[in-house]
């Protein structure tokens, strides 16, 4: 099996290499090209996959091809590489805007289209993966494709229509953690923890509350309170959140991103 990275960036690296480090691919089946020629040497030293100088060397011999562009870029490179695309590959989009039928059309129905929302924390083996295709795509390939995107993370199959507010939920939501986290980091700072510590004091935390969630069957509410103790320190900060609206704050963000991710779906299907 042949992998292609049509661009890499942020998030077409943290794929690579959570791909690379669960050892379910060889840098030896990986080919890719990005725009700058500066980019792919880094890469190169950085993982020893295959560079190629154009997007339709990658795409010629990839089975399954990343398109890891910005979506303004996808109809250009689509063009670069539809000669070469049928039937045994399988055309993967990380983008937001392209609907499975805008896709379909894009690569004249030559190939499998398959449109997933990953999210950064892939880099780590921690990544989070919706993932939606058309019904006609075969359960080989499509068993293949949740194979490689749970190599570095957990995979979610969704109908398309849920993918607005799956990547708010899951493709945006490590931003607004580490915005979270930055809050605490600068408190230890402030207050005579070097930065190590601070970021060691709320990492941990962090990961320690996301095992509780995920794993006790307890409401989180319980959680909160299990923490709360009362006349305790925790509860007065807890209230001093509820009494400036946090949940009111997060819920507006989440409204914001789902919604100009359906405006970028607007714009180009
Ligand atoms: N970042 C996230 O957390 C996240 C999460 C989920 C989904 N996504 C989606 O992932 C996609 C990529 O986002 P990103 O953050 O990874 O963007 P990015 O860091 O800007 O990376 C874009 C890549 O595309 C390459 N590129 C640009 N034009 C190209 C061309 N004509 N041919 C080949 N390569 C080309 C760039 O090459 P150079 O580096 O050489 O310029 C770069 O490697 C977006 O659609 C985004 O919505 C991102």
Known sequence: MKIGFIGCGNMGEAILKGLLESNVVDASQIFVHTKTEQRREALKKRYQI?????????????DILFLATKPDRYEQVIQEIKDVLDQSKTVISITPSFTLKTLGALVDHKTNVIRTIP?????????????????????KTLNLIIELFSSFGEVMIVSEDKLPILSSLSGSSPA????????FVDYGLANGFTLEESVKLIST?????SQMVSTQNFPIETLINNVCSKGGSTIEGVNSLQENHLENLVKEALDKTTKRFLEMMKEKN
């Open 205 to 209: 935390s962090v990961v320690g509350a």
């Open 119 to 139: 999210n950064t924390p892939s880099l780590v083996g921690l990544g989070m993966t919706g993932i939606s295709h058309e019904e006609t795509v075969d359960k």
């Open 50 to 62: 295959n560079i190629e100088n154009s997007n339709h060397l990658v795409a010629a011999q990839a």
């Open 176 to 183: 607004f953690s580490y915005l979270f986290m930055k809050a």
